[in-house]
């Protein structure tokens, strides 16, 4: 019998993801993303939070080599940094430690933290500026790749496979459930449309992410990233922080 810390990254169950705790934590993290994507739309005119745009034009700019490299080099981002998602606990895991399930998502508010520090300094040139431009690539690379580190830190740690940074999915299962829904019965239909309720919720907070955003950043421009930034903060206190012990009692109450 091994006595080491588990490696399986997954810490919430289906039921404990469609609880009152961390059901709003989820969505949180969904309006944080929605902020993002919204922010590369009008600093960029490019979408950031998800992969199937960014594949788009390195296809639409074949021939133009020096495009489809940038573009290339948003999508390794968000890659590197879904993979980098992994590391903090596969390092503790290996040490014999307990895995630390919200160090990538503190991670990825600090690093929301500082691109909106660094753009409050134009580090990535004034805003609205031409699209396409090297420091253009360079702030989407940097959003993609926290906004990969997010979605793949989420996307282990609950069984549901919840998913924050892109649309697609929730959409899909969305229809999957609400259909199931309508052939099922008793728990299983419950179930069901539980689910389809999750991801119907995600589509309307990454909406409300982006409305949100959008009269920040034409105040603040970039350092409006502090917003999603202080959301993605909020969120990981309440899932991940302990909670006083008579709720945690009541939670553990088979009753």
């Known amino acids: 019998m091994s006595s080491q810390p588990s490696a399986s990254p997954t810490v919430f169950s289906a039921d404990e993801v469609l609880s009152r705790r961390h059901f709003p934590s989820y969505m949180m993290l ?58 903090p606990n596969q390092v503790r895991v290996l040490r014999g430690q307990r895995p630390r399930h919200a160090v990538s998502l503190v991670a990825v508010a600090a690093l929301l933290t500082a691109i909106a520090i660094g753009g409050h300094f134009n580090v990535f040139g004034t805003t609205g500026g031409r699209t ?37 999915g929730p959409a899909s299962d969305f229809g999957v459930h609400l259909g199931l829904a309508l052939f ?3 728990e299983q239909r419950r179930q069901s449309l539980r689910v389809a309720a999750l ?25 409006g990233l502090l917003m999603p930034s202080t959301i993605v903060l909020l969120a990981t206190a309440r899932s991940f922080l302990p909670q006083r012990a008579p709720e945690v009692l009541a939670a553990e109450d088979p009753a």
Request: proline fraction near 2%; charged fraction near 10%; charge should be positive.
């Open 30 to 87: 969904v309006v944080a993303a929605g902020a993002v994507n919204v922010t590369g739309l009008i600093d960029c005119r490019r979408y950031v939070t998800h992969v199937s745009g960014t594949v788009t034009r390195i296809g639409y700019d074949f021939g133009k080599w020096t495009l489809m490299l940038e573009y290339f080099l948003v999508l390794t981002a968000f890659v590197l940094g879904a993979a980098s998602s992994i590391l």
């Open 132 to 168: 396409e431009e090297p420091v253009d690539f360079a702030l989407m690379a940097a959003l993609a790749f926290t906004m990969g580190l997010m979605n793949s830190a989420v996307a282990a740690n609950n069984a549901l496979s919840v998913r924050t940074t892109h649309m697609t």
């Open 184 to 186: 099922l019965s008793g």
């Open 199 to 223: 991801r119907g919720t995600t589509l309307l907070a990454f909406a409300l992410g982006a409305a949100l955003m959008v009269p920040v950043f034409r105040r603040f421009h970039l350092a």
